[in-house]
């Protein structure tokens, strides 16, 4: 492939949407807006690798004329060197462009809404679930992330049975997509008196937050019902119905199935803003229902061992006699659980985003 050629289409495609950016026509469809000035960073962001690349090029092939037209020893010696070092960024530079050339998941830059639940192994699940919600406010702090928490449930001895929260910052889903499915643990709970190795699981799920105009919902047909938050909070809690629930008969555009959708919110005291996040939940839950279709199909398309598109895989064991993390997508296994657990899990997004990308890069032929 000729990379400077697909670099001159992108360069034409780039001062299009531009002009289209200042259409009144366009900025009046809310929608094509966001969606062309979503398109418009994103080719900057490739064409600012790409112009370092093009620099690179000419300044080789400029430097390689006067080494092989200049008569002074000194000029040609000059020439060489810049030759030596410019051959030698070529292909990280090239490397680069190729990764920036490869069509990005519009979904990247949304915020999240995560969701993780006690699976097999009853209160030990659910103190592991606890653990894992710990493990990603770490690593929230470490990012800049903020998170709000919508909803939980807590386990008998501790921990959750499900919490619920949302993620906000830059570029959070492309961060946290690959921790959906199930996360396995092997350790001797603290109730095992007989020192037995036990093997207990919980489930991640990451959902890009959807945007408002994204999603049709018939605000009309949603049934609210007001409730009492449960929990600290004083004479407010006692007297003031801020919890909300919501139901909504939602009919699967893929299939023609109709479910009711349910969501409960008592996540402040204000049961206006309980409502809104509510909203957000419900067109969240839709969004990712009508495009779990289109993620199983990239999924299956790509056949890639990172694969977000089956929540039910198991992808990572957590084992803490041997200290270890293993990551089964990729057979990334290391030693650092007790950092690992404190938020340090940023080397395992990186390899899985690595391995992510080598296999896209070689289906793209680039």
Same mark, same amino acid.
């Given at each position: ?23 009144p026509a366009v900025i009046a469809d809310q929608a094509r807006y966001v969606r062309l000035n979503r398109e418009y960073h994103d080719l900057e962001r490739v064409l600012l690798s790409a112009g370092k690349y093009k620099q690179a090029v000419l300044q080789l092939a400029s430097a390689k004329e006067v080494f092989f037209h200049e008569s ?59 653990? @894992?919600? +710990?493990?990603? %406010? ?7 992330? *903020? #998170? $709000?928490?919508?909803?939980? /449930? ?124 509510? @909203?957000? +939940?419900?067109? %969240? ?7 779990? *279709? #289109? $993620?199983?199909?990239?999924? /299956? ?66």
């Open positions: 492939m000729d990379i400077l050629a697909k670099i001159e289409g992108l360069e034409g495609k780039f001062h299009e949407i531009n002009l289209l950016l200042t259409d002074d020893p000194e000029m040609k010696e000059l020439a060489r060197e810049e030759i030596d070092s410019l051959e030698a960024r070529l292909p990280a530079l090239e490397e680069d462009v190729k990764l920036q050339l490869l069509p990005q998941d519009p979904e990247d830059g949304k915020n999240v809404v995560m969701e993780i639940r006690s699976g097999t192994g009853g209160d030990e699940a659910a103190l592991f679930a606890g653990d @894992l919600f +710990r493990m990603y %406010t770490k690593y929230f702090e470490i990012k800049g992330f *903020k #998170y $709000i928490v919508s909803s939980f /449930s807590e386990g008998a001895v501790g921990g959750y049975k499900e919490i619920i929260f949302n993620v906000t910052g830059q570029n959070v889903y492309g961060t946290l997509k690959y921790e959906s499915g199930v996360h396995r643990v092997q350790r001797v709970p603290a109730t095992e008196t007989q020192g037995r190795l036990h093997t207990s699981a919980a489930t991640v799920a990451v959902l890009p937050e959807a945007d408002e105009f994204e999603v049709h919902i018939n605000e009309g047909e949603i049934k609210w019902e007001t409730f009492r938050s449960g929990g600290a909070g004083g004479q407010n809690v006692n007297k003031v119905e801020s919890g909300v629930r919501l139901r909504y008969m939602w009919k699967n555009p893929n299939t023609g199935e109709v479910q009711e959708i349910l969501i409960e919110c008592t996540e402040t005291r204000d049961q206006p803003k309980n409502k809104e996040r509510a @909203l957000a +939940r419900l067109r %969240t839950q839709i969004y990712d229902k009508e495009h779990q *279709k #289109y $993620i199983d199909d990239i999924a /299956s398309r790509r056949k890639t061992m990172v694969s977000t598109g089956d929540r039910s895989a198991k992808i990572r064991t957590y084992n803490y006699p041997q200290g270890r993390i293993t990551d089964h997508r990729i057979g990334y296994t290391v030693y650092n659980l007790a950092a690992f657990m404190d938020g340090d899990i940023q080397g395992v997004i990186d390899a899985l985003t690595v391995a992510e990308n080598a296999e896209r890069l070689k289906e793209a032929n680039l």
